[in-house]
């Protein structure tokens, strides 16, 4: 049972891991297209940047977490 738990524990980080990394290329494009964009369209993109870096620091905290789980199941399995 432990073994599934990690399998999907596992899954499921490396599903967080995607999105952070498909979020990193949102920002970086936007980050581009800003640069672009008139001053009145810079605030839009700012804003939409910032939910992106709120949404991205929230999936960091979920990876943390998970990372957590993930050893302290590590431990159990061991301790068995």
Do not use: F, G, Y
């Not at 999105?19 to 640069?35: G, P």
């Not at 964009?37 to 960091?60: T, V, Y």
């Not at 990876?63 to 993930?70: A, P, Q, S, V, Y």
């Amino acid at each position: 049972m432990d073994s599934v738990s990690e399998d999907s524990l596992v899954a499921e980080l490396d599903d967080i891991k995607h999105n952070l990394m498909v979020l990193q290329k949102q920002i970086e494009e936007n980050t581009r297209l800003l640069s672009r964009k008139p001053r009145n369209q810079e605030d839009i993109a700012n804003k939409e940047l910032w939910k992106q870096k709120e949404r991205c620091e929230k999936l960091q905290a979920t990876l943390c977490n998970k990372d957590m789980e993930i050893n302290e199941l590590k431990l159990k399995i061991t301790s068995l």
